[in-house]
């Protein structure tokens, strides 16, 4: 089945303990791209790549990291979280430039 | 820059209804596209329907349709005869030649029996 998988679903963490989200999918897409939900912003984009080896930021990049070293993978590391990084978090890919995004079932994440 | 706007928070539609709901836009690329997802309670995201700029014909998707106008540079989602499952929130999003994509605010529909 084709799919786009993130894990954990659900995450509770303290200020400054580094934590990575995984994203996995497994369509052979070329895009790849990280965003966060919060009430009433709709989806921001984080990060996105375009390909292997390269990541460019999105709008709301402070605070947050990626890595996209093989086609299928592209984890969100937050090397010291903070409250204000309490969000939902979808990971999405696509394939050509007017293909829909699919997207991950969404992380929900809690820094205390 | 890129920008999108969903002017409606909520909306309220009568089952077997037909419902608009409004997303305009600003970019100053000529090659762009727009989609439309559709966020249950559930959670998931839910691909609805894309144009892409250059399409001179409105996209549709079975109960979905979109009025696209370029020179006013709105894209606004029509949903025909409005059903229960369709109760949700609705976001616009605009993706230029390269890798920005863009959401709107959302607009969360609710469609009463």
Same mark, same amino acid.
């Not at chain 1, 580094?18 to 919060?38: A, F, G």
């Not at chain 2, 706007?5 to 909520?10: A, C, E, F, N």
């Not at chain 2, 369709?86 to 969360?108: H, N, V, W």
């Given at each position: 089945?084709?799919?786009?998988?993130?894990?954990?679903?659900?995450?509770?963490?303290?200020?400054?303990?580094?934590?990575?989200?995984?994203?996995?999918?497994?369509?052979?897409? *070329?895009?790849? #791209?990280?965003?966060?939900?919060?009430?009433?912003?709709?989806?921001?984009?984080? &990060? $996105?790549?375009?390909?292997?080896?390269?990541?460019?930021?999105?709008?709301?990049?402070?605070?947050?990291?990626?890595?996209?070293?093989?086609?299928?993978?592209?984890?969100?590391?937050? *090397?010291?979280? #903070?409250?204000?990084?309490?969000?939902?978090?979808?990971?999405?890919?696509?394939? &050509? $430039?007017?293909?829909?995004?699919?997207?991950?079932?969404?992380?929900?994440?809690?820094?205390? | 820059?890129?920008?999108?706007?969903?002017?409606?928070?909520?909306?309220?539609?009568?089952?077997?209804?037909?419902?608009?709901?409004?997303?305009?836009?600003?970019?100053?690329?000529?090659?762009?596209?727009?989609?439309?997802?559709?966020?249950?309670?559930?959670?998931?995201?839910?691909?609805?329907?894309?144009?892409?700029?250059?399409?001179?014909?409105?996209?549709?998707?079975?109960?979905?349709?979109?009025?696209?106008?370029?020179?006013?540079?709105?894209?606004?989602?029509?949903?025909?005869?409005?059903?229960?499952?369709?109760?949700?929130?609705?976001?616009?999003?605009?993706?230029?030649?390269?890798?920005?994509?863009?959401?709107?605010?959302?607009?969360?529909?609710?469609?009463?029996?």
């Amino acid at each position: 089945e084709a799919q786009v998988t993130q894990n954990p679903r659900y995450l509770i963490t303290v200020t400054g303990k580094k934590l990575t989200v995984t994203c996995s999918q497994n369509m052979n897409h *070329e895009y790849m #791209s990280w965003y966060r939900q919060d009430p009433g912003l709709g989806l921001r984009q984080i &990060y $996105y790549s375009m390909n292997v080896e390269v990541t460019d930021k999105g709008d709301v990049p402070e605070g947050y990291k990626v890595s996209r070293k093989e086609k299928r993978n592209f984890p969100l590391i937050l *090397e010291s979280p #903070s409250p204000n990084q309490t969000s939902l978090y979808f990971c999405a890919s696509s394939g &050509y $430039y007017n293909s829909p995004l699919h997207f991950g079932n969404g992380t929900r994440l809690t820094v205390t | 820059a890129q920008k999108i706007t969903q002017t409606q928070p909520g909306m309220f539609v009568q089952e077997k209804e037909a419902v608009t709901l409004d997303c305009t836009y600003d970019t100053s690329d000529q090659s762009y596209g727009l989609f439309w997802y559709k966020q249950p309670s559930s959670g998931e995201m839910i691909f609805l329907i894309y144009q892409g700029s250059y399409d001179e014909q409105n996209a549709t998707e079975g109960r979905y349709s979109l009025n696209f106008q370029k020179a006013r540079k709105s894209a606004n989602l029509v949903i025909s005869a409005s059903q229960l499952g369709d109760s949700a929130m609705y976001f616009c999003a605009m993706r230029e030649g390269g890798g920005k994509l863009i959401f709107g605010q959302g607009t969360e529909l609710s469609v009463k029996p």
